[in-house]
T-cell receptor, first 113, second 110 residues
Framework: DTEVTQTPKHLVMGMTNKKSLKCEQHMGHRAMYWYKQKAKKPPELMFV???????INESVPSRFSPECPNSSLLNLHLHALQPEDSALYLC????????????FGPGTRLTVL | SQQGEEDPQALSIQEGENATMNCSYKTSINNLQWYRQNSGRGLVHLIL?????REKHSGRLRVTLDTSKKSSSLLITASRAADTASYFCATGGGNTPLVFGKGTRLSVIA
């Protein structure tokens, strides 16, 4: 299984809502990533987990809260988001934290009203 | 900060033609990768070229790397409508996060 899955595919939420994005991989990868991508822009790194521990937080606002319950799962908890947070949120994984080939999920299209 | 800068930003070609995209970067690298992204979808890894390699092939893809000029090119030969996508170069290695360039949007017209 060389697939990274993400749920939901689409999410619309109000600024007072709390929601979560989920990501799963069963490739035995020990590094997992969250990226944010605005339209016609490249993905921007948000968080990196290595062996279920937060390794990198790219100065992301606290309204985004990542969680790695186990080596296969990665969550992104959302609370009190702003309309400018609307974007495609991509999850990725790689064998180790070596920054070589990353496998991406299809993304969650988030709209904040 | 963005390491790679692709050009052109957008490219439109006829099916069967070759497509060439370029990427320039600023600092020394261990390797350079190219990814493809279909509209609104996740990225797919295409090819990785190490800093000690000058050229690499994978099917219809040919990647070159010139570390003296800090540049790389991706050539897609005999393009197909299914090649329509955005193409990103990415640099990073070791403990350096993967940083993507701005991307080239390729349209292949049947």
């Amino acid at each position: 299984d060389t697939e990274v899955t993400q749920t939901p595919k689409h999410l619309v939420m109000g600024m007072t809502n709390k929601k979560s994005l989920k990501c799963e991989q069963h490739m035995g990868h020990r590094a997992m990533y969250w990226y944010k991508q605005k339209a016609k822009k490249p993905p921007e790194l948000m968080f990196v987990y290595s062996y279920e521990k937060l390794s990198i937080n790219e100065s992301v606002p606290s309204r985004f809260s990542p969680e790695c319950p186990n080596s296969s799962l990665l969550n992104l908890h959302l609370h009190a988001l702003q309309p400018e947070d609307s974007a495609l949120y991509l999850c990725a994984s790689s064998q180790r934290l070596g920054w070589n080939e990353q496998f991406f999920g299809p993304g969650t299209r988030l709209t904040v009203l | 900060s963005q390491q790679g800068e692709e050009d052109p930003q957008a490219l439109s070609i006829q099916e069967g033609e070759n497509a060439t995209m370029n990427c320039s970067y600023k600092t020394s690298i261990n390797n350079l990768q190219w990814y493809r992204q279909n509209s609104g979808r996740g990225l797919v890894h295409l090819i990785l070229i190490r800093s000690n390699e000058r050229e690499k092939h994978s099917g219809r893809l040919r990647v070159t790397l010139d570390t003296s000029k800090k540049s790389s090119s991706l050539l897609i030969t005999a393009s197909r409508a299914a090649d329509t996508a955005s193409y990103f170069c990415a640099t990073g290695g070791g403990n350096t996060p993967l940083v993507f360039g701005k991307g080239t949007r390729l349209s292949v017209i049947a």
